[in-house]
């Protein structure tokens, strides 16, 4: 079974930068499409950002575009999420996800059984 582990959150004051890893590991011998999502307290979870399995494929959130960009390194089974310009307002729970890359991932549209593993999430705090 595939095992998704993210990292890289912390606490960073806005207008600065993280970079978050979402490395795969047991069942990785097929190239999965990755989703990035979020979810702040009070809030309902939100998609951030998606890649196809190929690289070829991404889309944006309307709030983090020109902001995030979404990558991915297969020789490491690792997708990374680099946060530029952040704001107070990105403060979330990151979460990545095996998901095709549409722009329901986006959207907010996605059906729950289109979803396959989960990582158990990383803190990203933007607070001065």
């Known amino acids: 079974q595939l095992k998704l582990v993210e990292s890289g959150g912390g606490l960073v004051q806005p207008g600065g930068s993280l970079r978050l890893s979402c490395a795969g590991s047991?069942?990785?011998?097929?190239?999965?499409?990755i989703g990035w999502f979020r979810k702040a307290p009070g809030k309902e979870r939100e998609g951030v950002s998606c890649?196809?399995?190929?690289?070829?494929?991404?889309n944006d959130a309307d709030s983090v575009k020109g902001r995030f960009t979404i990558s991915r390194d297969n020789a490491l089974n690792t997708v990374y999420l680099q946060m530029n310009s952040l704001k107070p307002e990105d403060t979330a729970i990151y979460y990545c996800a095996t998901v095709p890359c549409t722009l329901r991932v986006v959207t907010g549209k996605v059906p729950e059984e289109d979803f396959g593993s989960w990582g158990q999430g990383t803190q990203v705090t933007v607070s001065s």
């Open positions: 047991g069942f990785t011998q097929y190239i999965y499409s």
């Open positions: 890649i196809s399995g190929s690289g070829g494929t991404t």
